[in-house]
């Protein structure tokens, strides 16, 4: 089954990919305020605004909250679909998926959240990214398994959602740092 691409859905994956960033970097940034830092964020990126965290627990907790909510997220958006069968829903748990997905790649230049946490825990770099990815991308299999999505739809969510990512990536790059 191929859902109709349609303006409202391109709109709408770009939505989910702008809050799927925002909320990401929100989960970073609530984390450090409540645990008494000063935090600055982007939609890409959440930091301290100077000095360091006190204690490694308060690094790896504000690195854990945004992975945290976005695999949540991710699980939410499965069960909606399941329930609802909209496929609207869909790009959120899509991009929830290649937002990881994409940070895990990020990793092999620059260790992103799930790496740091791995390697913190003694895992090596890449046993959480590779779980969360793949958890991610079985709940996105299941869901076109069960939705009828074929291989073509889910490659244009693909080039739609990288777009999304390229242009948040690029303008939190260039314009709002």
């Known amino acids: 089954m191929n859902p109709s691409i349609n303006i409202t859905?391109?709109?709408?994956?770009?939505?989910?990919?702008?809050?799927?960033?925002?909320f990401h970097e929100l989960a970073h940034f609530?984390?450090?305020?409540?645990?008494?830092?000063?935090?600055?964020?982007t939609l890409n990126s959440a930091y301290l605004i100077e000095g360091k965290y006190t204690t490694v627990w308060h690094n790896q907790l504000v690195s854990a909250a945004g992975p945290?909510?976005?695999?949540l997220t991710g699980f939410l958006f499965f069960y909606i679909i399941k329930k609802t069968k909209n496929v609207y829903w869909y790009p959120f748990l899509f991009f929830a998926f290649l937002f990881r997905l994409m940070a895990m790649i990020v990793s092999i230049i620059n260790p992103n959240d799930?790496?740091?946490?791995?390697?913190?825990?003694?895992?090596?770099?890449?046993?959480l990214p590779l779980l969360v990815s793949f958890?991610?991308?079985f709940l996105?299999?299941?869901?076109?398994?069960e939705q009828k999505y074929s291989v073509k739809f889910n490659l244009i969510?693909?080039?739609?959602?990288?777009?999304?990512i390229a242009a948040v990536v690029f303008s939190d790059q260039y314009f709002f740092k």
Not at 68 to 71: E, G, L, M, S, V
Not at 114 to 127: F, K, P, V
Not at 157 to 164: K, Q, R, T
């Open 9 to 22: 859905y391109i709109l709408t994956t770009l939505f989910a990919g702008v809050a799927s960033f925002f």
């Open 30 to 41: 609530v984390t450090g305020s409540l645990l008494g830092y000063e935090m600055g964020m």
């Open 68 to 71: 945290i909510f976005t695999i």
């Open 114 to 127: 799930e790496a740091r946490i791995s390697e913190w825990l003694g895992l090596g770099t890449w046993i």
């Open 135 to 137: 958890t991610l991308f």
């Open 140 to 145: 996105v299999i299941k869901t076109s398994k």
């Open 157 to 164: 969510n693909y080039l739609l959602a990288s777009v999304c």
